[in-house]
């Protein structure tokens, strides 16, 4: 069974910094991509940033240049820098893994969720 933990969020004034990370574990024989998404409430739920194997990196055009999405040594972690926060930024972000578990399975994980709140 795979699991993502995500860990980080909280609350910051505009124009301030948070760090989210998730870390993958169970029974893992690859991970093809990682990546982070949110949802705010009354919206469906969005792409923020991910990364795949080769380290290529997808943004949302609405975090280009204020958020930095990058993968642990382990490759079993993901991490969202977000920096220039704004009160649009305010949304519960999920972690989210493209995972072949030890069996050969495929399939998308989500994480349980972590509550980001940009507010004076």
């Known amino acids: 069974q795979v699991q993502l933990v995500e860990s980080g969020g909280g609350l910051v004034q505009p124009g301030g910094s948070l760090s989210l990370s998730c870390v993958a574990s169970g029974s893992i024989f690859s991970i093809v991509a990682m990546g982070w998404y949110r949802q705010a409430p009354g919206k469906e739920r969005e792409l923020v940033a991910t990364i795949n194997a080769g380290h290529a990196i997808n943004y949302a055009d609405s975090v280009k240049g204020r958020f930095t999405i990058s993968r642990g040594d382990n490759k079993n972690t993901v991490y969202l820098q977000m920096n220039t926060l704004r009160p649009e930024d305010t949304a519960v972000y999920y972690c989210?893994?493209?995972?072949?578990?030890?069996?050969?399975?495929?399939?998308?994980?989500w994480g349980q969720g972590t509550q980001v709140t940009v507010s004076s």
């Open positions: 989210n893994a493209y995972i072949y578990d030890s069996e050969r399975r495929h399939d998308a994980y």
